[in-house]
């Protein structure tokens, strides 16, 4: 997961927003209760005059106690006046989106990233990614099924995707193909698998075979702009939704997918391919040394859907 200027500005807005925001509270707090100010005043002459006094001293450790049980007592003055005014001393303060980090983003003396900017990061890639929000494997629903066979075999694929999603791979394949009629939950389980695999930190990208195409054949035509072979290999997921679905142009959808394909396997990385085609239809439609590709099992591990549309 990658910081990006946006969210870094949303904090650092955050973070001033919440410092501004008790600094104004306190200043009417001064107007109205002089005494305050003047209370907090002496506090801070106080601490400042500790440190070269401290130099000087004869006992450093009475001196101390001494100062500190001054700055209690106009604490507890202070307490006393809030109280009396009804004012509430959290209210002075600044009011942080997350008291961990205090809108930082970053905790500890190592500056670890906060939970809270984590989840944000999260939230970021999610809707960049083109996930649907709620599919995830928690929501998988066992009651849409009115079939015994389709609820077994829907069970065992969502157990499948689940163990891919965590090693981002399974049985040794690197890919998975997800096949089956429409409606039977195949974008669900490729968003519940990008899901999962983004929260266990890898970077995840998802396309439709047709955007993927679009945009493949754009980086050809344009150079930029549009996305290249080798940017493909760059995330540690590709998710490929509805493949036979794309335009097919004579010569070009095959060459453009198979490099896609290919430049992911040599490159080692994860690929999920969903598809409505059968592996006839796959054969036919795509040539034999696509289809072997996607169906080798060194290389692909299949789930085939089956059963009643669940729309
Ligand atoms: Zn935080």
Redesign the pocket.
Known sequence: MRMTRSIESEYRAARARAIAGAEERRSAAYAALPRLAAIDAEKRRLAFALGPKLLQAEDPAALRAETEQAIAALDAEAQRLLADNGIAPESLRPQFR?A??E?T?F?GPEQRM????RKRLLREEYASSGFAAGACFERFDTGIYSEETQLRRSVRAREICEEYAEKLSFNGAKGLLLMGDVGLGKTFLLDCIGQRALGRGWSVQKYTAYNLLDRMLRGIRERDGGLSAAGLATPDLLLIDDLGTEPFIQNVTYEVLFSAINERQNADKATVIATNLGKAQLLDDYGERLFSRMTSPRLFSVIELKGKSLR
Do not use: R
């Open positions: 997350c961990q980090c809108d983003g905790v906060c939970a809270c900017l």
